[in-house]
Nanobody
Framework: QVQLVEFGGGLVQAGGSLRLSCAAS????????MKWFRQAPGKEREFVAA?????????NYADFVKGRFTISRDNGKNTVYMGMNSLKPEDTAVYYC?????????WGQGTQVTVSS
């Protein structure tokens, strides 16, 4: 059974920082591209960041988080991370971890990030 479990969300003031983690099990972790998405109330789920499978660590970010968020992975721990700095109220959302390999697509349950103004 594939499981993705996010943690590290919480309430933070504007300008603050959080570090999200996503622990994966039931898959060959290093063969999956890992991504973070987010969804605010009443809005569609949107792409935030991605990191390539394997050891290359090629990253990609949505324009609205470039320079503020950093995605990374530790294949030895089967975990993907996302550091978030200079948080803004508009970053408030449920953040979801995603694992993708070909036609396989798995999602975590999400973790709430709330940024107060």
């Amino acid at each position: 059974q594939v499981q993705l479990v996010e943690f590290g969300g919480g309430l933070v003031q504007a300008g603050g920082s959080l570090r999200l983690s996503c622990a994966a099990s039931g898959l060959t972790f290093n063969r999956y591209a890992m991504k973070w998405f987010r969804q605010a109330p009443g809005k569609e789920r949107e792409f935030v960041a991605a990191i390539s499978w394997g050891g290359g660590g090629v990253t990609n970010y949505a324009d609205f988080v470039k320079g503020r968020f950093t995605i990374s992975r530790d294949n030895g721990k089967n975990t993907v991370y996302m550091g978030m700095n200079s948080l803004k109220p508009e970053d408030t959302a449920v953040y979801y971890c995603n694992a993708r390999r070909g036609q396989e697509d798995y999602w975590g349950q999400g973790t709430q990030v709330t940024v107060s103004s």
